[in-house]
């Protein structure tokens, strides 16, 4: 990988780490202040129960006086009553003593009431008070924990941007230029180009564009993003020899009536798959996109056995296992059926899995080597 994509890619991972820790950084007192808030709640709360309470206090102390003034004058008429001359008197003060009296348990209704009042906001107190008691212990607990990660993350933070100025030096200006430029607008000015597309914007790459990524000879941008591109070799399929051991690619026979190949590129074409069919005194051949299936050109039909007939084909071919009756094949017409197609890219990928192995390539129970070897 050439170092100013290293530097490229290293400063990526600073501002990233530098844009997190900040936002982390900024956050903390948010979390705090939000806490607080709350409290202030708690504390409004607190102080309305604990106010209602003296307003009912105020207000039976109020409803008490009006039973001691009713229960005076009901004893003021009492006295009176003894001392009348006419019915018509003792009648009338009768009448004001039942009034008082009505008045009296009027009262006693209201003060009965407040006190059942009472009890709830005494609960009201309680529990406002255990919750107040809570939450400030838990934002003390917020606090001490926020200065405490604040104090990592300015740490931290401090040692990323010692990472980013370093990075930053190792890149060429007018590089660094249009880094800064897509990393401004896009938020990131660097991008991983894996399976031939730009992992960042998801927009297939050229193959040109593609192979120059991968020849890491020279700093190539994404045509779509304009983020610079990188590859990471590690990342590419089959890369797993794991798998290409557990599953043994049973490998094609030699000298059969049928053919089938893989072709990276084929004149103007891109990647193809071949099949060559072995016919009286004659062999054929046919050629089918590698992505869609489709099938290429007419085919074509040559004197002799495919392997004399098309030589010019056989160079840099994969020679991969299938084989389907040809009557079957005529009947695809112009497109190899899915399944096909997804069997003839299996085997491409375990065939390729298995170049990629050093060992176990050549098992010595192949009566016959690969077609490579065979031809070479
Ligand atoms: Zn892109």
């Not at 001691?68 to 009901?74: A, S």
């Not at 200065?147 to 890149?171: F, H, P, S």
């Not at 994969?318 to 197609?341: A, Q, V, Y």
Request: aromatic share 6%; charged share 35%.
């Amino acid at each position: 990988m050439l170092p100013d994509v290293q530097n490229l890619i290293a400063l990526q991972n600073a501002d990233r780490e530098i844009l997190r820790l900040k936002d982390e950084i900024a956050a903390l007192p948010r979390r705090v202040a939000a806490i607080e808030q709350k409290l202030a709640g708690t504390r409004k709360a607190l102080e309305d129960a604990k106010n209602a309470i003296k307003t009912g206090d105020a207000a039976r102390r109020k409803y008490e006086t009006a039973i001691q003034d009713q229960q005076q004058k009901i004893s003021k008429y009492r006295d009176q009553s003894l001392e009348v001359k006419t019915n018509e008197q003792y009648k009338a003060l009768m009448h004001e003593i039942q009034f008082a009296e009505q008045d009296i348990r009027l009262n006693e209704d209201k003060i009965l009431e407040l006190m059942v009042n009472a009890e709830s906001r005494e609960k009201d107190v309680k529990a406002a008070e255990a919750e107040l008691k809570a939450e400030m212990a838990e934002i003390e607990k917020e606090k001490a924990e926020a200065r405490q990660r604040t104090a990592e993350d300015e740490e931290q933070l401090a040692q990323w941007n010692a990472k980013r100025d370093t990075a930053r030096a190792g890149v060429n200006p007018d590089l660094l230029r249009q880094y800064d430029r897509v990393a401004k607008y896009r938020g990131t000015g660097i991008s991983e180009a894996r399976d031939q597309k730009c992992m960042a914007c998801q927009v297939m790459l050229r193959p040109q564009t593609y192979n120059e990524v991968r020849a890491a000879t020279q700093v190539v941008a994404c045509d779509s993003c304009q983020r610079i591109l990188y590859h990471d070799p590690s990342h590419d399929r089959p890369a797993d020899p794991a798998i290409v051991n557990k599953r043994r690619r049973a490998h094609p026979k030699f000298e059969s009536s049928q053919a089938w190949y893989y072709r990276p590129s084929h004149g103007d074409e891109g990647e193809l798959f071949l099949v060559f069919i072995n016919g009286k005194g004659e062999s054929s051949r046919r050629i089918y996109e590698c992505g869609a299936g489709r099938k290429l050109g007419d085919t074509l039909v040559r004197e002799g056995e495919y392997r004399l007939a098309f030589p010019e084909d056989l160079s840099d071919a994969i020679r991969l296992n299938g084989h389907w009756e040809e009557s079957e094949i005529e009947e695809w017409e112009n497109e190899l059926p899915t399944n096909t197609l997804d069997l003839l890219h299996r085997d491409l990928d375990l065939a390729r899995a298995e170049a990629a192995t050093p060992a176990r390539t050549h098992a010595k129970s192949e009566a016959v080597p690969s077609e490579h070897t065979a031809a070479s």
